[in-house]
């Protein structure tokens, strides 16, 4: 033994040729992939760290969102790393607001980060501090259909992995997504008389949605129960659900479920009776032809789950921003419809109105609001619960 090791350690020139050529390889396939593992910290706490291997997966799973196929959005791997919110990031002795630099952080293949316009750093370490809201969120949207299920004795969806958020029973379950409205802004105008129906409700929980933060990825989370990753709509491009929805889950046990959305469906929705509700009247906003459908389907006889899709907070979110007169004269819109939707409805029935996702401030051509991020202000929505 002690002879081999001290020839292992004086190659002679062939073992030297060999050295240098297993090192060029090596340097080769490096160029492949990330060299650099990037140690990341959350709220203070070491993380799950973004790893070469990581990298090709994201790069794999989502090429639509890499740059020149040789960087991958930031935010794309930390939500991969189970990263659910972010408020400021940050690397090398900077900071930054994360709704300010999301959409401009990658991470190269050889694992260096580039911030902006900022030169590609290899970081010693990347620190995420999350919202406020993170550690106040009591349910997320996985939680939305067990709950329904719950409620009217059903099983969960196959593929769900939330839990249902009460052990209450009742006849029918309506669920109300309004589209667009952040818990942050909706707390920011509570109490003033933007949406006096909601307010005079028991105070809404917080409720966590899901990345990215688009309608589509967010309806279907809600609708099975499951991560995008089971539930096969991860991205703006997929409209088909590769999992039991909770409106197959009503119907598969005999039941009725209806669904009134706006101009068209965010998902592919089987399972459901659908009722879309176009801008007829030609205002700007389908809110007042969803709540005429929706009244429409109270007056016919409420089905055991009624599914009502108010688009236009959002609509106006990104025209206006959410820091508008026009988001909250949309909100106090929306709060008149509910307060006439809700006074319709029977007993023996449990009403969630909650959003899909926030919105965030941006200057963006002619949008002045967006989301999909993983901001504070994208990623957390009010949840209300009324029973009859
Ligand atoms: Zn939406
Ligand atoms: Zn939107």
């Known amino acids: 033994m002690r002879m081999l090791t001290r020839h292992s350690c004086r190659p002679h020139l062939a073992g030297r040729l060999g050295l240098l050529l297993a090192l060029l390889v090596a340097t080769l396939l490096g160029g492949c992939a990330p060299r650099r593992t990037i140690a990341l910290e959350v709220d203070g706490t070491p993380a799950t760290p973004l790893t070469g291997k990581a990298w090709k997966e994201s790069w794999g799973n989502f090429p639509g969102e890499a740059a020149d196929g040789q960087a991958m959005p930031l935010e794309r791997l930390l939500s991969e790393a189970g990263v659910d919110s972010a408020e400021t990031l940050e690397m090398d002795g900077r900071s930054w607001r994360w709704e300010e630099i999301c959409a401009d952080a990658w991470v190269g293949r050889d694992g260096r980060v580039t911030v902006g316009d900022g030169a590609a750093v290899a970081p010693g370490l990347l620190s995420i501090r999350r919202p406020p809201e993170a550690g106040q969120a009591t349910s997320t949207h996985l939680d939305l259909a067990p709950t329904v299920a719950s409620v009217l004795g059903l099983p969960a969806p196959q593929q769900a992995t939330g839990s249902a958020l009460t052990d209450l029973r009742a006849d029918r379950a309506v669920l109300i997504v309004l589209d667009g409205l952040g818990y942050r ?204």
């Open 185 to 388: 802004w909706y707390e920011a105008s509570r109490g003033q008389g933007v949406t006096p129906f909601l307010d005079g409700l028991d105070a809404p929980t917080l409720a966590r949605s899901v990345y990215p933060s688009v309608t589509r990825v967010s309806m279907a989370a809600i609708l099975s129960g499951a991560l995008p990753a089971v539930n096969g709509v991860r991205d703006r491009g997929t409209r088909n659900l590769a999992v039991q929805s909770i409106l197959q889950a009503v119907t598969e046990a005999g039941r009725r479920a209806v669904v009134v959305e706006g101009e068209a469906l965010p998902i592919n929705m089987p399972g459901a009776e659908l009722r879309l509700s176009g801008d007829r009247d030609g205002d700007g906003y389908t809110d007042d032809n969803t709540f005429d459908n929706a009244m429409a389907v109270l007056t016919e006889g409420l089905p055991e789950f009624l599914l009502v899709h108010f688009h236009g907070i959002d609509d106006a979110g990104h025209t206006y921003g959410p820091d508008s007169a026009e988001y909250r004269e949309r909100m106090t819109a929306v709060d008149g419809y509910l307060e006439r939707l809700l006074a319709g409805f029977p007993a023996g029935i449990v009403v969630r109105i909650t959003a899909d996702h926030g919105m965030h401030t941006v200057h963006e051509g002619d949008k002045l609001g967006n989301h999909g991020t993983l901001s504070g202000e994208d990623m957390f929505v009010p949840l209300w619960v009324v029973r009859y």
